[in-house]
């Protein structure tokens, strides 16, 4: 089983934690025992960068042991790598933990900042620029991550201890959010109108991807650089947009 579902958005959770704790905290539980009772082979969890906080251990290693998330959604990601493990250690269903980071590409959801800004950028409009733009994202195209959660269904999971691993998947190359705005603006070729506005609540300053272990144990290479894959998004959207 290959869970995705999930309520997203770091700013949407602190308005409405309830929501977040019932949607992604018990709907994984609940996934999670009818895995158990269907003795489904595999259980893989989509999880978020959004664990580690704000940390000042560079780059973010899976082994961190000081884990401060910083919203409700971040929390309840975390809770449900928890509870992957201890259906593992407890009923030995075997699970693999995929710490998404910063997810772009076609299909983006439409609130994030790639989307949003491109969207505003083709009508003209101002992008909202949280901060002072310096704060860091390590944006990984979408057919990278896909790579990682096949490899994932593959990866051999330990028998001398409960049948539970934890990964990265990102693109271990972070950029800062002016970087972000100028990538964009060579690839639509429009000139960003910026509106500035206070730092939000829950936004983290930096994401930074170690992904040596999946490159070790799932041979994880992404392989888009972000121009790339902002190319390769602008021209989906120009393609697809209403």
């Known amino acids: ?16 934690p309830l929501l977040y ?22 259980f893989i969890f989509g999880s978020s960068s959004s664990v580690y906080g704000a940390t000042n251990r560079l780059p973010f290693t899976e082994d961190d042991p000081t884990l401060h998330p910083i919203s409700p959604y971040a929390a309840t990601k975390l809770a449900g790598e928890l509870m992957c493990y201890t259906y593992a250690h407890l009923y030995r269903l075997p699970n ?34 949280f901060g002072d733009g310096s704060t860091g994202r390590d944006y990984t195209y979408v057919e990278d991550i896909v ?22 998947l990102g693109n271990s190359a972070p950029v800062t959010l002016n970087e972000l705005i100028e990538n964009l603006e060579a690839a639509t070729g429009r000139r960003a109108n910026r509106s500035e506005l206070p730092a939000q609540p829950g936004d983290v300053p930096l994401t930074w991807a170690s992904i040596e272990q999946a490159a070790r144990l799932l041979r994880y290479r992404p392989g888009t650089p972000l121009q790339r894959g902002l190319a390769k998004f602008v021209a989906w959207y120009r393609e697809n947009r209403s």
């Open 1 to 16: 089983m290959i869970h995705l579902a999930a309520r997203a958005g770091v700013r949407p959770s602190i308005e409405q």
């Open 21 to 42: 704790e019932r949607v992604n905290g018990q709907g994984t539980v609940r996934l999670l025992e009818l895995s158990r009772e269907f003795k489904v082979s595999r």
């Open 96 to 129: 693999v933990c995929l710490r998404f980071f910063t997810v772009y590409g076609p299909r983006q959801r439409p609130d994030l900042a790639i989307h949003k800004f491109t969207a505003l950028m083709e009508a003209g409009q101002a992008i909202p620029v």
């Open 147 to 168: 790579a990682g959660v096949r490899a994932a269904l593959d990866y051999s999971l330990p028998t001398d201890k409960p049948p539970h691993e934890v990964f990265n």
